[in-house]
């Protein structure tokens, strides 16, 4: 599965209607192209979501909860978008190699990234990760090892050096 | 599964699903400032300096009313600027916004005048979501201490917004500031939409367990 940050809320009013467009903003906004490519990161299946969440949350500087969604990559081939192993840019040494773009997108690879978006929400593959819980990720993997304080930015730095000192 | 691997394997790529695009600089829109009065749209009998301030509930505020003048002053020279940013920025949860950047200078010259210039925004755009949502996000950066009273009353108000995203933001403003007064307001409060009610339920779930433990469960 590939998994990237989203916004639950954009998406949501299209769930419960099929005929429901997809707002500019949602499409804009989430899936949202530098050099033709959408960032992802790989993870075997949903259960190992919490390895994209520290590739993708390591690198913010505030704890504002964030939603993720995990598209099925065979899905995404089988509708001809290519996927390209690329070395991600995270704090988590051991994650870089999981990252992969979805490369040279059109306009019309967007209505498909989209309707796999909304594929992935009716499956129950995304997930909200809360403020707590961003922090618990963050501070253990550093807590670990996995991640080295001084890579963390903002906020993040200072709230999770400070979780530490309490531990 | 097909993964093509032709581009040079160490190239490192930039994430852009936790990298914002660097931030543009925009250009101020038209806005129109309100040049007297604090609440333009209020009965002009509510538009009285220091009217927002009425909230006994806070009373351990301890700071002096904002001063009028400054406030007109912080409306008139600036609000054109910062309403630019709050509609046309980039926000990204997770990330400093322009806007962020921007409301800084001003709480640090005077955190009170500029959190009642926020709500005065706040106050005066509820109709228009996207600023709405974006000041709630600003505001959501900032500690509980700085943004009492008007911080909460804002968030309040956002959760009873028609629209989802401005009652989303409200929320969020709570969890971050994450205090046991976020956790008593969210108490009560309740959500039509429910993946909303879920979202909330699961913040009060974790201010509980955050704050006080005893409650938590």
Aim: proline share 5%; charged share 25%; net charge negative.
């Amino acid at each position: 599965m590939l998994v990237r940050s989203f916004r639950r809320v954009k998406w949501q009013a299209c769930l419960r209607d099929p005929e429901c467009p997809v707002s500019a903003d949602a499409v804009t906004g989430d899936l949202r192209t530098t050099d033709n490519a959408l960032s992802m990161w790989e993870i075997t299946s949903f259960t190992d979501l919490e390895d994209a969440a520290l590739a993708i949350l390591t690198k913010h500087e505030k704890p504002d909860a964030v939603d993720l969604i995990a598209l099925d990559e065979m899905d995404l081939t089988g509708l001809g978008l290519r996927i390209k192993a690329t070395t991600g840019d995270t704090p988590v040494p051991d994650l870089r190699g999981t990252h992969r773009d979805l490369v040279s997108l059109t306009y019309g690879d967007l209505h498909t990234v989209a309707s796999a978006v909304l594929n992935s929400m009716r499956s129950g593959h995304f997930k909200r990760i809360g403020k707590r819980e961003k922090l618990r990720m963050v501070t253990e993997a550093v807590r670990t090892g996995r991640v080295d304080l001084t890579a963390l930015a903002g906020d993040m730095h200072a709230l999770v050096a400070q979780a530490l000192a309490q531990l | 599964m097909q993964i093509s691997t032709d581009r040079p394997s160490m190239a490192v790529e930039i994430d852009k699903s936790t990298t914002p695009e660097p931030r543009r600089q925009k250009r101020p829109s038209a806005a129109v400032v309100p040049q007297s009065g604090l609440y333009t749209t209020l009965p002009s009998g509510s538009a009285e300096p220091g009217a927002a301030d009425d909230s006994s509930a806070f009373s351990a505020v301890g700071t002096p009313e904002p001063s009028a003048d400054r406030l007109r002053a912080l409306r008139s020279e600036n609000e054109a600027a910062f309403l630019a940013h709050l509609r046309e920025g980039e926000f990204e949860y997770g990330f400093k916004s322009a806007a962020d950047t921007f409301f800084e200078r001003f709480l640090a010259e005077d955190s009170l005048v500029a959190v009642t210039w926020a709500s005065c925004i706040f106050h005066d755009h509820f109709g228009e979501p996207a600023v709405a949502m974006a000041i709630m996000q600003v505001l959501a950066h900032l500690r509980y201490e700085q943004v009492r009273p008007h911080g909460p009353l804002m968030a309040l108000a956002a959760t009873r917004h028609a629209s989802h995203e401005v009652q989303e933001c409200g929320i969020r403003a709570f969890e971050n500031w994450g205090d046991l007064a976020s956790l008593r307001f969210l108490e009560q409060t309740a959500f039509a939409e429910p993946w909303l009610q879920d979202y909330a339920d699961q913040v009060r779930t974790d201010l509980r367990a955050a704050i006080a433990p005893n409650h938590a469960g």
